[in-house]
């Protein structure tokens, strides 16, 4: 019996062990440009500059991928991702336009998942896509109605004490942020993380959600400027969002994250 019971213990210890040293899975997802000028909406250079920001990180295992087309090998993709990362255009629309896209999505969220959305990657021109995008991801910049505008401003750190905002002040940025953005309605709520002044009125421009199928969700809006990524702010912002929706211990003092070498960052044009 004594020996039975030991040989439980031991492989109960081991499974244990083995889970805790499986790295958690993130997927980027990015598209094509769409037509901006460059330097604005770099979608697959600025998720590489992420990409190179969460490399040292032990524990995470990063895969990329373009979704363009009918990105056929996307829900097999996001089946097998802990986090989804998605930087890609007009993305609420992209989400809804693929039955098993959306359904892939709803799975993983269903199952705890993490979700993290960049910029035109919350879009949608029209209200249709809106609904199904914000129950997965917590907001949306959606509809006939939607706001967006370039402003010099000071971002200010609505939680200092959220993990996503460790090692973070309050900075100045010249941004085109979206504003005035969908969120989900009742509980629980979606937590302001980053706040900006946009005609005298303090916006929600980055959020995070603690989803009620126990899963993360995390938005910002801005990252219209690809040269923003040269600021350790935003780097930072964006890798410990992806340590919080993995559900990851942020570092005390935040995520050290270096300025990758120029190869990631465009040069102007």
Known sequence: MFHLLSCVFVLCFACAASAADTPKKVLLVSSDPDGHPPGTHEYAPGLEVLAKCLKPVVGIEVTTSKADGPWKEGPELIGRADVVVLFVSE????????????????????????????????????????????????GCHGGPDRKYQVVETTAIVADPKH????????????????YKLKFPKGEPAVKPVLQVEIDGAKETVAWSWERVDSGRSFGFSGLHFHENWKREEYRRLMSQAVLWTAKMTVPEKGLTVELPDSAYLLEKK
């Open 91 to 138: 993305g609420a629309k992209w989400l809804s336009a693929d039955e098993k896209r959306l359904a892939a999505f709803r799975q993983h969220a269903k199952r705890g998942g993490g979700l993290v959305v960049i910029h035109w990657g919350m879009g949608a021109k029209d209200a249709e896509p809106i609904e199904a995008f914000v129950m997965l991801f917590g």
């Open 163 to 178: 993990p996503i905002t460790t090692g973070i002040k309050d900075f100045k940025v010249r941004e085109e942020f979206y």
